[in-house]
């Protein structure tokens, strides 16, 4: 590994000549704007000093990746000399904001006087707080036109001492930006000698900076790089083990896992709705590989191919298993009992997607009976990974027919059974992370859970616009609204928050009959709309806690073993 260093301005020289490069696998641009500052606040005020060293692979005759360039530089087939393989971030904000680039936000030079930068210079060596050079200006679109106006124009930016560092660009654009510039000032009877001077003694510092490197040789293998990449790279945010997956899949067959999540987010939206996307395809390729959903399977040398062979299936799973899971009232990660389901129920309907008729409706039967054991059972509480995989096993040849008659840990009644009555009476908030009290809610809205008052059925589009309300209000209970007794799951109902603020504290009997009366609905709409949450009418409007409490947990027993079955709940 060798170490040299080049200047900003001919850096700027080889990103636009499409010499320098990213390597596909690098995560995305994540500086935030105080980060962007930072580096140009370094490069003005200390010119001597490095803000970090750039990792580099030299490129031969052929690209060990596939690369991108910088965001904001022009497009090139040429094939580059160099991969940044650490540093794109400071590369990506140098590019991009003497560029100006940026479609937020602008970034402006502010030029003090040479005694005033003397004086800031000074006091920053000496760990005071001198005034900031770089000032960052938001942007945003307003009927048709760009804000802040002041900020596209250079007359009135110098008046606030201001002046776009895009004025310091290198190359012969940057050139007759800062000529242009200056002759703008003129024009505006704004520009003094001063302002020329200091300008383009900052203008120097920004061409003349320099940023060291090391370089990986030509010849370095792809393995090599791939590892020297996980060591060292610098970002604020460690690698996670999808990082690494995706160098391993560029390294392996030579294609972009960005590219194929980005594609899969086309055609299932809906998958961001249940975590990390990221983690939740880890888990479902590890599975249709036969291995483990861990971290160890993950890093296996051969885990990036495997992926790239397994992708459509996993495609097809995710496809599947997301349209299922909203069949199910599984809407997103907030309503989800258990991380487990989304991924092995996914991993199933991989197995089940090329199956129809009766075979179809087997494996939907078994599937549900999976989700809904994952939901209700404790089975994938502690090491739920290795005891997924090993459930997997078992029913991947229930549903493909290999070994229709396997044993499936997830399916022994007496090892995991299902809550009692006394359980689901006891069952916390919905609203936190809990797995009972989320799977009693999800139960609770399996049968499209009609708000109370505009009547429409729960589903993915609406979820968001649904808020968890009390039916019997911590007021008219007399509580405090922390108080367990009130924050139970059967006490609690999705509806939409306009209806939720338009309840009272009062008693539910009130509110029932206030609700049928305003709208003009009747008894049996209302009872109606409450049954479809599996809320007894009776029970609630008979203003008694405990016997309501009673009378809903045998009504979710009832569904809860049914879908536990594999089975559809009676009316």
């Not at 994938?380 to 549903?399: C, H, N, P, Q």
Request: proline share 5%.
């Amino acid at each position: 590994m060798e170490a040299r260093s080049k200047t900003i301005e001919a850096w700027f020289s080889l990103i636009e000549q499409g010499q320098v490069k990213l390597p596909r696998f690098q995560r995305h641009e994540a500086w935030r704007s105080h980060q962007i500052a930072g580096l140009f606040e370094n490069i003005l005020r200390s010119p001597s000093l490095p803000v970090g060293v750039l990792l580099v692979l030299e490129v031969g005759d052929k690209e060990l990746f596939h690369s991108r360039p910088i965001v904001g530089a022009p497009k090139s087939d040429a094939r580059p000399s160099m991969h940044i393989l650490d540093g794109q971030q400071r590369m990506t904000a140098l590019y991009r904001s003497l560029t100006d680039n940026y479609e937020d936000m602008r970034i402006f030079v502010r030029l003090a006087s040479s005694t005033e930068l003397d004086e800031s210079k000074a006091a920053s060596e000496d760990d005071e707080d001198g005034s900031e050079l770089i000032e960052v200006v938001k942007r945003w679109n307003h009927k048709g036109g760009r804000r802040p106006v002041w900020a596209d124009d250079e007359v009135e930016c110098i008046k606030r001492g201001l002046s776009p560092i895009s004025i310091f660009r290198p190359g012969s654009i940057g050139e007759a930006s800062f000529k242009a510039w200056r002759d703008c000032l003129r024009a505006g009877n704004s520009f003094t000698d001063e302002i020329g001077d200091l300008a383009g003694e900052l203008r120097k510092r920004v061409l003349g900076y320099t940023l060291p490197f090391l370089s990986l040789p030509v010849g370095t293998s792809r393995e090599t790089a791939l590892e020297v990449f996980i060591n060292m790279n610098t970002s604020a945010s460690p690698l996670k083990d999808y990082d690494i997956v995706v160098a391993q899949v560029e390294e392996g067959v030579g294609e972009s896992l960005h590219d194929k999540v980005e594609a899969l987010l086309q055609s299932a939206p809906a998958a961001k709705d249940y975590g990390r996307i990221e983690d939740i395809l880890l888990a479902i390729t590890a599975l249709l590989l036969d291995k483990p959903p861990i971290k160890k399977t993950y890093l296996e040398e051969d885990f990036g191919k495997g992926l790239a062979r397994v992708w459509p299936d996993v495609v097809a799973g995710i496809e599947r298993g997301l349209q299922f899971l909203s069949d199910e009232a599984l809407f997103n990660d907030k309503t989800l009992p258990s991380d487990v389901a989304v991924y092995l129920t996914c991993a199933l309907w991989a197995v089940a997607s090329n199956l129809k008729l009766d075979q179809e409706g087997n494996a939907r039967q078994i599937i549900r009976k999976v989700l809904w054991r994952a939901c209700f059972t404790h089975r994938y509480g502690k090491t739920s990974a290795t005891r997924a995989f090993a459930d997997y096993k078992a029913l991947k040849g229930m549903i493909d027919g290999t070994t229709p008659n396997a044993t499936c840990e997830l399916f022994d009644t007496a090892a995991f059974r299902l809550p009692d009555v006394d359980e689901i009476k006891v069952a916390g908030w919905p609203g936190r992370k809990d797995r009972l009290p989320r799977a009693i809610l999800a139960t609770s809205l399996r049968r499209k859970a009609q708000d109370f008052a505009d009547g429409a059925p729960v589903g993915r589009n609406n979820i968001s616009a649904r808020e968890l309300d009390h039916l019997y209000s911590c007021g008219y209970l007399k509580v405090d609204r922390d108080d367990p007794l009130a924050n139970r799951a059967l006490n609690c109902a999705l509806i939409t928050g306009l209806t939720n603020r338009n309840k009272s504290a009062a008693a539910p009997s009130d509110y029932v009959a206030k609700r049928a009366k305003a709208a003009n609905l009747g008894e049996e709409t209302v009872r109606w709309r409450l049954a479809t949450h599996l809320i007894p009418y009776s029970a609630l409007v008979a203003d008694n806690y405990e016997g309501f409490l009673d009378a809903r947990a045998k009504l979710i027993e009832a569904d809860m073993k049914a879908l536990c079955d594999g089975v559809e709940p009676t009316s």
